[in-house]
């Protein structure tokens, strides 16, 4: 099943979508209030007594509740609103971690930051986060107009060619939160999902010791990294420490650790890799990666169990 199909827009896990979830309820709020109103008035003018009427149609009623009550209203919820999430341009504070995203036609290029910016990691389509701090998101886009969106740790923002917006993130406890493109992007844009992965915080110390230790033999030179380069793969993709240095498709550097396959449509195992591998245009019409139906199921085997062991 699609890890992305079920996304719990009311159901917060940090302070960020605390203060959105909020407001939202107060606009349902509101609005079901008006349109009680509206029903109320349409009672009146359908079945009421000729006297009601009257004062339905009266200029006393049509000021008050076509122009003073809106005013009224509207600027209250204006002045609570942005009372209500000013947290969302808040500053971070200084030394908060930092991660550029970048959305590409279709998935999600991630890379952590030092403090001065540089990346000292990449991956893709996963973003993995301490628990009770926030993370400051640098979001760019390489070709169009992407919105990134986790529901229960932010609002939603766009991703604009030549331009790099901030969004703050907060996780309050551990968990693994679904993300999605929200702004139409062309072809399989709603297969574009993401996941953000939270840790507590001494686990997520160990799993970045982890993703930073020397790598294996079998990640390295396993029977499949001459076929990865034999058959082009090495010209799209990255994987740290070998010859493969490939930047037009996502980094294999940590993909047998992923939890899924393009983008959140499938989950991350040998058999999914070599369904991938050998027909993603079946899975994910549109896609940039070609299908290599020109492989044998050995070798497809082969290329499947090179890549599962980069961890």
Same mark, same amino acid.
Not at 2 to 7: A, D, G, L, Y
Not at 113 to 141: C, F, K, W, Y
Not at 290 to 297: E, N
């Given at each position: 099943?699609?890890?992305?199909?079920? /996304?719990p827009?009311?159901?917060?896990?940090?302070?960020?979508?605390?203060?959105?979830?909020?407001?939202?309820?107060?606009?349902?709020?509101?609005?079901?209030? @008006?349109?009680?109103?509206?029903?109320?008035?349409?009672?009146i003018?359908?079945?009421?007594?000729?006297?009601?009427?009257? %004062?339905?149609g009266?200029?006393?009623? @049509?000021?008050?509740?076509? /122009?003073?009550?809106?005013?009224?209203?509207?600027?209250?919820?204006?002045? +609570?609103?942005?009372?209500?999430?000013?947290?969302?341009?808040?500053?971070?504070?200084?030394?908060?971690?930092?991660?550029r995203?970048?959305?590409?036609?279709w998935?999600?290029?991630?890379? +952590?930051?030092?403090?001065?910016? %540089?990346?000292?990691?990449? *991956?893709?389509?996963?973003?993995?986060?301490?628990?009770? #701090?926030?993370?400051?998101?640098?979001?760019?886009?390489?070709?169009?107009? $992407?919105?990134?969106? !986790?529901?229960r740790?932010?609002?939603?923002?766009?991703?604009?060619?030549?331009?790099?917006?901030?969004?703050?993130? #907060?996780?309050?406890?551990?968990?693994?939160?679904?993300?999605?493109?929200?702004?139409?992007?062309?072809?399989? $844009?709603?297969?574009?999902?993401?996941? !953000?992965?939270?840790?507590?915080?001494? *686990?997520?110390?160990?799993?970045?010791?982890?993703? %930073?230790?020397?790598?294996?033999?079998?990640?390295?030179?396993?029977?499949?990294?001459?076929?990865?380069?034999?058959?082009?793969?090495?010209?799209?993709?990255?994987?740290?420490?070998?010859?493969?240095?490939?930047?037009?498709?996502?980094?294999?550097? $940590?993909?047998?650790?992923?939890?899924?396959l393009?983008?959140?449509?499938?989950?991350?195992?040998?058999?999914?890799? /070599?369904?991938?591998?050998? *027909?993603? #245009?079946?899975?994910?019409?549109?896609n940039?990666?070609?299908?290599?139906?020109?492989?044998?199921?050995?070798?497809?085997?082969?290329?499947?169990?090179?890549?599962?062991?980069?961890?």
């Open positions: 099943m699609n890890v992305q199909s079920i /996304i827009v009311f159901d917060p896990a940090g302070p960020y979508a605390g203060s959105i979830t909020t407001l939202s309820w107060v606009l349902i709020a509101m609005a079901a209030g @008006v349109f009680a109103i509206v029903l109320a008035a349409l009672w003018a359908l079945f009421g007594s000729a006297r009601l009427k009257a %004062r339905l009266g200029p006393v009623l @049509v000021w008050a509740g076509g /122009i003073v009550f809106p005013v009224v209203v509207l600027t209250l919820l204006l002045v +609570y609103g942005l009372s209500l999430t000013r947290n969302l341009t808040a500053p971070v504070p200084e030394g908060a971690m930092r991660v995203i970048t959305g590409e036609m998935w999600w290029r991630v890379a +952590y930051l030092d403090r001065q910016g %540089r990346a000292t990691m990449t *991956d893709a389509n996963e973003l993995h986060i301490p628990t009770g #701090q926030p993370v400051l998101l640098e979001l760019e886009s390489n070709d169009v107009i $992407h919105s990134f969106w !986790v529901p740790l932010s609002g939603k923002l766009d991703m604009v060619p030549g331009r790099r917006n901030r969004l703050p993130i #907060q996780a309050d406890r551990p968990g693994v939160y679904a993300g999605q493109c929200a702004e139409y992007c062309g072809g399989p $844009h709603a297969l574009m999902g993401f996941v !953000v992965v939270a840790h507590a915080p001494a *686990d997520f110390a160990a799993f970045m010791a982890a993703r %930073r230790a020397p790598r294996s033999a079998a990640a390295r030179d396993g029977a499949g990294a001459a076929l990865f380069r034999q058959s082009g793969c090495a010209a799209c993709h990255r994987i740290a420490g070998t010859a493969a240095n490939g930047a037009a498709g996502p980094d294999l550097t $940590h993909v047998g650790s992923r939890r899924s393009g983008a959140g449509i499938l989950s991350n195992n040998k058999g999914t890799m /070599i369904g991938w591998i050998g *027909d993603s #245009q079946s899975i994910k019409p549109g940039r990666m070609p299908s290599y139906k020109m492989l044998s199921a050995q070798q497809l085997d082969r290329l499947a169990t090179y890549l599962d062991a980069q961890k």
